[in-house]
């Protein structure tokens, strides 16, 4: 997650009309700030499965539309001053807060009040693979921009990533370790696969910062070290994140219902990305509970993440959950102390600065490779759909190519759209303008217009992959109840879409329980199976802990 989040405010700093550095720094803290804390509540009180919780890029395609209104753009010449007019750029900034914080609320509404079922009924794969891949297709651009400032240094970053997550996944360094069992040990750890984006950021860093030294790169090139070495010197050392911090947020009706598209986006993608979280973690496919609590949960980090200031929201975050895979480990203790050390680099000042610095053409081959995943993985979506079907490749490519034409028409063609209110004239101009958003409608409409049987759309293999058929249980499906004991007796649970109730004992009590007798019968017959019952005995202690 650690390049996803501090991609996201570099690329919203020039829409946001930011040339200070500085901003940038304080942007990135508030963004690791608002991500542990997000982290925190969704391991504790949401759908409490080991799932960390930052930034989104589902958010920016609508902020960019929001942007792009006459109002909002940005003033000529504003590039070339040293210096951001604070005016100038909170203005922006606080447009979006208020549409995150009004948008945030249907996703709260839609979550605690078990709706999120209903909504998915309407929703299939051919739906969500134009909207997934649309949001990496629609920011090419960004890539562009910046990996053009010096392809050899992007071409660079793009390759150690490659190499690194491709063809060193698997090979495990040796580190030294420490466990009750073995004492102090060495143990292979998959570096490369665990960290290709730092790895290669680093890599790339080190040499600009050689070849800027030796003034190999111009005195104008974006791709020198120096240019930006005031930014750590100008920061403060410690610094605390808090909700208006650039300001009251302004909230309009266009700003609304774009960022809706970035939530309904954000809310398909959590779903897809709690089931594969708990298979990962081997934990039993999540109830509708604890489904319901965790769309909620983030729905209200994201209104908490428009009211603190980082101009974007928080979701599930697919990579880290790729991470439970390659480590084994499945702990929510383990994110949540990941969730408490992100908070704590966020109240260094100097933290965010550090990594406001980095060179333009290195941010542009990390761009290169996380925007080309994004869009492989909403177009992974269609391995459940029949791709034979005439019916399903119109719908996607029609999909696609009008979530591409529909938004480049109106950005080379200003004020086309003309009800005669203004109002009305910003909210279809922002929602025409969000590529995810057009292409999920007409994909949305077509799939449940067109006929076609649920077999050719791909929804049943979809559908039962979702509620984890084919998932063998390993844990009980207690670890999806609230802490505390909080609702697990109450009678009235039963009417609350988030909250935990069973009408039975669960399994894994008489499991537990015919444990237990297993081991007193074991002892009682002086049989030697003392290994066995060590076994036997973490199996009840486990079932216990769980």
Known sequence: ??????????????????????????????????????????????????????????????????????????????????????????????????????????????????????????????????????????????CSDFAGAHWGIAVLTIAVIGICSQLLSRVKVPLPAYSRLRGFHTTGVAIFGLFPVIIAIAISWILCAILTETNVFSEMSKARTDTRSGVLSESPWFRVPYPGQWGTPTVSLAGVFGMLAGVIAGVVESIGDYYACARLSGAPPPPSHAMNRGIGVEGIACFLAGAIGTGNATTSFSENIGALGITKVGSRRVVQFGASFMIILALIGKFGALFSTIPDPVIGGVFCCMFGLITAVGISNLQFVNLNSVRNLFIIGFAIIMGLVIPDYLGKNEGVIDTGVDELDQIFTVLLKTSMAVGGIIACLLDNLIPGTQEERGIKKWRNLATGQAVKNVASVQVYDLPFGVAKKWKFSKFVPFLPYYDEPLESEETAENIYNMVNMARDTNVQVETSQKTISDQYDHTTML
């Open 1 to 142: 997650m650690f390049g996803a989040t501090i991609s996201v405010p570099i690329i919203i700093a020039p829409a946001l009309c930011v040339t200070d550095d500085v901003v940038v720094g304080k942007l990135i803290s508030t963004i690791f700030f608002m991500s542990g804390i997000a982290t925190l509540l969704q391991t504790t009180f949401g759908n409490r499965l080991p799932i960390i919780q930052g930034s989104t890029f589902s958010y920016l395609v609508p902020t960019f539309a929001i942007l792009s209104l006459p109002k909002f753009q940005c003033p000529p010449g504003f590039k070339e001053s040293n210096s951001t007019s604070d005016e100038l750029w909170k203005i922006r900034m606080r447009e979006i807060q208020g549409a995150v914080m009004l948008s945030s609320l249907f996703q709260i509404f839609v979550g605690f009040t078990g709706l999120v079922g209903v909504l998915l009924r309407f929703i299939g794969p051919i739906t969500v693979a134009p909207t997934i891949a649309l949001v990496g297709l629609s920011l090419f651009a960004v």
